[in-house]
């Protein structure tokens, strides 16, 4: 049965209607992207303010992959609680597998210790209390994007923490001059939800130079003789005073004029002479 001209027209109209409708929407790869190895793993505004235990803000990243990951040319990025221009710090050096990656940021009256030595160090002020993170892939400014950067072209990872208004999922609750942001899920993987992904603590920066455990100093077994295992022969001493096999008393003590004539030794004679040589 032939089918209606205006069914074929409506059918091809409903399938220009979807393909239009799924260019519309984001890729993946302009969302946070779940897949990759490298995460924030820490954010701290509160540097250098009153109470505060660091003199500086800082950024840290971690590794929960199996290969080191190179973040040249990537950036560490922030702006306000609901700001629209975002500062940049570049990225040069690798995040090992399991490793870290501390950046370094603006500082506060200075009040609190300072910080383990950095990867990188930039100049960024953060709030200690509500603000905006990205990680991205490039060293290009978040532009245009509004109240969703989480999902713009390049974010690898963000946090929105306090009042921001964007963040993976949602926000963490506010910070302070004496907790940070970090990460919690083991072994920090990134669920795309900022709420359950991070927690309020006492900040916790790991250092570019971990301090390496020092290796008990190894000490040489004492060089033996390879007959170390063998009996030693007796000395002198002890073979003058060992026991005769021919008397219960030791050689010492014995002398011809002491034996009694029974135990002197009669001289051998000879039944026979031994004929001269010729």
């Given amino acids: 049965m032939p089918v209606p001209r205006v069914r074929v027209v409506a059918a091809l109209s409903g399938f220009a209607l979807a393909a239009a409708g799924a260019a519309i929407v984001p890729t993946a790869a302009d969302a946070v992207d779940l897949n990759s190895g490298v995460v924030l793993s820490e954010v701290y505004g509160g540097g250098g303010n009153s109470g505060a235990q660091y003199a500086n803000d800082f950024l840290e990243l971690y590794n929960h992959g199996t290969t080191d990951v190179s973040v040249a040319g ?32 603006g500082a506060g009256s200075g009040t609190g210790a300072p910080l383990p030595t950095p990867n990188d160090t930039g100049t960024i002020a953060l709030s200690a209390a509500n603000g905006k993170v990205a990680l991205v892939n490039n060293s290009t400014a978040l532009t245009g994007c509004a109240a969703a950067c989480s999902s713009a072209a390049g974010v690898v990872d963000f946090l929105g923490f306090g009042t921001a208004n964007d963040a993976a999922g949602t926000a963490t609750p506010a910070l302070s001059n004496t907790t940070s942001a970090q990460r919690t899920t083991s072994p920090f993987s990134n669920t795309g939800n900022n709420a359950s992904d991070f927690v309020a603590a006492a900040p916790t920066p790991a250092g570019a130079v971990p301090p390496r455990r020092r290796r008990p100093p190894v000490v040489a ?14 000395s002198r001493t002890s073979r003058a005073t060992a026991s005769s096999p ?14 009694p004539p029974s135990a002197r030794r009669a001289p051998r004679v000879s039944g026979c002479k031994r004929p001269p040589l010729t």
């Fill in 221 to 234: 077994p004492p060089r033996r003789h390879r007959n170390a295992f063998l009996a030693a022969p007796p």
């Fill in 74 to 105: 990537w950036s560490v990025q922030y702006t306000s609680a609901t700001g629209t221009s975002w500062q940049s710090t570049p990225l040069t050096g690798t995040v090992p597998a399991g490793g870290y990656y501390l950046v370094k940021e």
């Fill in 246 to 259: 021919r008397s219960g008393a030791p050689r010492s003590a014995r002398s011809p004029a002491s034996s």
